[in-house]
């Protein structure tokens, strides 16, 4: 039943506009010109937040962090191997799916490293990523207080997942 539901807005979409005389045709080439437009506005920011988040992993910047934070965060029961995921979440995704497999071959899937690992990369955004986006292709300079918002956001998943898995794991 599912495989018939694409095809049928396809088919609805076609019948509407031929019942309103619409120029299909036309129409569609004029979306994907504005599609290939708003690429092209926010591919400066993709290009520089992929160059900035390869930068930091390739920098050892965030070891050099979890060795500093190791031991405060080891008192909140939080674990080092998992620090990089949190900092690296909010802007790439596919730099924490890369985080969290390394976490997965070192510590393994079903210990607590792991655990929280996929609890956190489930309950937070890539926030920057999404802003560059979507501030990007909407041409918005003054962010005001969606970062900020944001951020605390990202926080409060963070904390949530280490309470939960202590409360549930440790």
Do not use: H
Request: overall charge positive; some cysteine; charged content about 10%.
């Amino acid at each position: 039943m599912t495989s018939f539901i694409l095809p049928a807005v396809f088919i609805i979409i076609l019948g509407y506009g031929m019942l309103r005389r619409i120029k299909i045709f036309d129409v569609f080439l004029s979306g994907a010109k504005q599609g290939i437009s708003s690429c092209i506005g926010i591919l400066p920011a993709l290009v520089g937040l992929v160059v900035a988040v390869s930068m930091v992993r390739a920098s050892g910047l965030l070891d050099f962090l979890a060795k500093i934070l190791s031991p405060i965060l080891n008192k909140f029961l939080f674990p080092t191997e998992v620090l990089p995921l949190a900092l690296l979440k909010p802007v790439s995704g596919s730099g924490a799916l890369a985080m969290i497999k390394n976490i997965f071959e070192v510590s393994g899937v079903d210990s607590y490293p792991g655990k929280l690992a996929s609890v956190m990369l489930g309950s937070s955004e890539t926030t920057f990523y999404a802003l560059a986006v979507y501030y990007g292709a909407t041409k918005v300079k003054d962010t005001r207080y969606t970062v900020f918002a944001a951020v605390v956001a990202d926080i409060a998943g963070i904390v949530a997942a280490v309470v939960l898995c202590n409360i549930f794991w440790a």
